[in-house]
């Protein structure tokens, strides 16, 4: 059975930092296309950061520096550090995760292309 299950979310003060987990069953992240995605009410969701197969890794240009996506496959986990934290980054955080194919890396796909889909970790950052 597949399962996507994300924790870490909760508020924090500007300035402050998160680090979101990914536990992932059913499948293994290290031959998977992994990514964090975030949403707003009213809003498209939206890549934050994509790590590939390979391991190379891409960010959004709004969290670039500040965030750090990785991951530890002997735990089968993802993660998401979250850096210098603004208020802005409020959303709700989504792991997603794609299987093996052709992908350059190059850019952070669009939330359709990404299979499985954990049910989100809220992250409310207060000025």
């Known amino acids: 059975q597949v399962q996507t299950v994300e924790s870490g979310g909760g508020p924090v003060q500007a300035g402050g930092s998160l680090r979101l987990s990914c536990a992932a069953s059913?499948?293994?992240?290290?031959?998977?296309?992994m990514g964090w995605f975030r949403q707003v009410p009213g809003a498209e969701r939206e890549g934050v950061a994509v790590?590939?197969?390979?391991?190379?890794?891409r960010y959004a240009d709004a969290v670039q520096g500040r965030f750090t996506i990785s991951k530890d496959n002997a735990k089968n986990t993802l993660y998401l550090q979250m850096n210098s934290l603004k208020p802005e980054d409020t959303a709700m955080y989504y792991c997603?995760?794609?299987?093996?194919?052709?992908?350059?890396?190059?850019?952070?796909?669009?939330?359709?292309?990404?299979?499985?889909w954990g049910q989100g970790t809220q992250v409310t950052v207060s000025s």
């Open positions: 790590i590939a197969s390979d391991g190379s890794t």
């Open positions: 059913g499948y293994t992240i290290s031959t998977y296309h």
């Open positions: 997603a995760a794609q299987s093996p194919g052709q992908y350059s890396g190059r850019y952070i796909p669009k939330w359709g292309w990404f299979r499985y």
